[in-house]
């Protein structure tokens, strides 16, 4: 077992991680079994089970042409330690058929649930026909898996005639019911893209619509119960066996505002962020549908990605947590001064900005679209003293790298750039320009930005002052503070954003109306009302 204390050493006294502890960690982390794969050797033991082991239910993730990862966690009890499993291997079989009666299998196999991954099975399914719907199963000993529906991406050269999706984020657990998942599940959807903040990281409160389980988390047995509870939500739970999911995190996986191994809070050691970091990202692997390549070493785990649907659509994941220097001028407001006009603040890190142009540049697809969390959009609050301020946690913060990668999307001609966008718990429909204060140049791409699923509690309808907001940043052409998600319709010819909302989340059962529809037409920049 690889010492941790090294690794805090090293951050102490070099500011880093020593080279050599640092490939002894990774290898130490490699001999842990990677889940989903051939069972081999002798068979193990029959476990029998005191209640469903299914009961955090069945995912899928990540499609391509020929396959899907199909999930699942073997988890009895799913609030207690080790998800009330024996601390050994299980078997889990795993079937995918052409019909949801799973009469017509046409890939079975076994894979290892392990205790060093909790009990969590990765499998990646391939050898299946391009664009059409599947539908999975999993067994352990006598329990069988509820059913889940996964689907195949069209291939890489073909030209789908539409992709219907959502997007959503900021699920506080505490502050309001799941309701637009509800809603969520009557939409006929190919696909549902999380932004982050896909579980909080907070102690407990009382007097909230739920409670979060134990205090503020930490450990790695913290953040799989965390991840554990948000699951028991049975639309939550029903959603993610409803269709493919794509993933990625926000801050609230760890913790609030961190940047790279800096804390929010000042005195933290850096190493005692890359420690929980490391709890925190392996936690997140074990309950999300994702590849084995983003399987977490330590503190660090590739997450960043390419999904396609054909030449219609393509989908940059990006991560904007892991790999960005701290925030400017602290995580608050402040003026575009020099600290945040710094060239080297970097939200994205050069290996994945170098990467983003990579895959930008050889894209076919005609939409293009950047799935991300912070906000790209210049928009600017006036201080006391009538000077435009922005937040420093999201682009403005990295106002230089932004206004580059936006240059290069103009400059390169990438075809109909569209930013989807989480975090900040209202919906927004922005005009992007390579510097959103210049209003008399060119719209590049649009961002549609995404309200809270529960985050905020019920939200408001109406906005005070949203009217000198909107004029003093023309950028803007929609906001609402209301909660619920965006759900995207696109062909060859068209985007059409609807943006879903609920009346409140404080209370379960509240209906979903169309707030508001936004169109870009391909070849035109910016969205218009529809």
Known sequence: MFDLKLIHEDVRREGAINRRHWLAWTAALSATPILG????????????????????GVASGDPDASGFVAWTRLAPSPLEPGGGMPAEKVEVRWEVARDEAMKDVVKSGAAVATPQLGHSVHVEVGGLEANRWYWYRFRAGDAVSPVGRARTTPTPTSDPDSLRFAFAS?????????????????????????LGDYIYEGSGRDKLVRKHAGPEIETLEDYRIRHAQYRTDP??????????????WDDHEVDNNYADATSEQKGVDPADLLERRANAYQAYYEMMPLRRRSLPRGPHMDLYRTIRFGRLAGFQVLDTRQHRTDQPNGDHRSPLNDAALN?????????QAGWL??????????????????????????????????????????????????????DRRVLNPVVLTGDIHSNWVNDLRVDDRKTETSVVA?????????????????????????????????????????????????????????????????????????VVEAGTPGAKPA
């Not at 069972?39 to 955090?56: I, K, N």
């Not at 060239?343 to 290996?351: E, H, I, M």
């Not at 799935?371 to 003293?385: D, I, P």
């Open 37 to 56: 794969g051939r069972v081999e050797g002798r068979t193990m033991r029959a476990v029998a089970f005191a209640s469903d082991p299914f009961a955090l």
């Open 170 to 194: 900021c699920q506080h657990y505490e502050q309001g019911y799941f309701t637009a998942y509800e809603h969520m599940l009557k939409d006929d959807l190919d696909l549902v893209v999380h």
């Open 235 to 248: 639309h939550l739970r029903a959603m993610h066996a409803k269709c493919p999911w794509l993933v990625t």
């Open 343 to 351: 060239r080297k603040n970097t939200l994205l890190g050069d290996r």
């Open 357 to 410: 142009k990579a895959r930008l540049l050889e894209s076919p697809a005609t939409w293009n679209v950047l799935a991300q969390q912070v906000m790209m959009g210049m928009v600017g609050f006036r201080s006391k003293e009538g000077e435009p301020t922005y937040s420093m946690d999201q682009w403005p913060g990295y106002a230089d790298e932004r206004m580059r990668l936006v240059k290069f999307l103009q």
């Open 446 to 518: 649009t961002e549609f930005v995404g309200t809270s699923i529960s985050s905020g509690g019920d939200g408001k309808a109406e906005t005070p002052g949203l009217d000198k907001r909107m004029a003093d940043n023309p950028c803007i052409r929609f906001f609402n503070a209301q909660r619920g998600y965006v759900r995207c319709t696109v062909t060859p010819k068209t985007w059409r954003s609807d943006y879903q909302v609920v009346e409140e989340v404080t209370k379960p059962g509240a209906p979903v109306v169309t707030r508001a529809s936004f």
